[in-house]
C-alpha cells in the first residue's frame, strides 16, 4: 500500500530537495523511499524508474529556473533584460546546485515540446535577444554562447574555480557587460530564416532541440 498523499509531484518535490542536499548525481529511488517512509516498489506507482524520475526532476527544476527569469526580467529590454537575466541565472545555479545540475540533463525531444516551461523558456531567450536585432541564425549562436558563458561561470564559482585576488561578482558584471557588446556588435550571417524553428524544442536550458 502507497503511503496516503504520495504523488508524482511529491516525489519529484522530495527529489529537488535531495539533489540540492546530496547532489544530481545521487539521486536516486532508494534514497526517495527511505525520505517517505516506503518501499522502493512504492515509488513505480508514480514514477517509472530513475530516468523517468530524473527527467521530471529536470522538467522541474527548469520551471523553477524560467519562473525566476521571467520575474527579473519583466519590463526590461537590452542590456538591463540581459543583466536581470544573468543575475537570474546565476543566482538559481549557486543556490540549488542539485537542481541547476538536473536542467543541464539531455531530454527526450517530445517531451520538451509538450512543456509549457520549455516553450516559455524559449520565448523569453528568444524574445531578449531578439531585442538586439538577431535573427536566425545568428540566435542559435547567441543562445550557445550565453549558455556556455552563464554555466562555465557558474560551474567554476561554484567550485572555488576562481582563486585569483579579484571580486567573483565584479568579474561577473565585467562578463554581461561583454556580452552585451557582443550581442549589440554581432557578426550577422544573412540568408537564413528569421527566428527560431519550433519555438518551445529546447532542453531544459533554453537552447532549442531541432525537431525535424
Known sequence: MVRAGLNAERVVAAAAELADEVGFEHVGLSALARRFGVKDASLYSHVRGLEDLRTRLALYAGGELIDRI???VAGRAGKEALAAFAGAY???ALEHPGRYAATQIRIDQSLIADSPAMRRTAEITYGM???YGLG?????DAVRLLRSTFHGYCALESTGGFGADRDVQ??????VDALHLALAHWPRETGGPDGPRGIGATD??????ETR
Open 70 to 72: 521571467a520575474v527579473a
Open 90 to 92: 546565476r543566482a538559481y
Open 129 to 131: 535577444l531578439r531585442a
Open 136 to 140: 536566425e541564425p545568428d540566435l542559435t
Open 170 to 175: 565584479a568579474s561577473w558584471d565585467k562578463a
Open 204 to 209: 531544459a536550458t533554453g537552447e532549442r532541440v
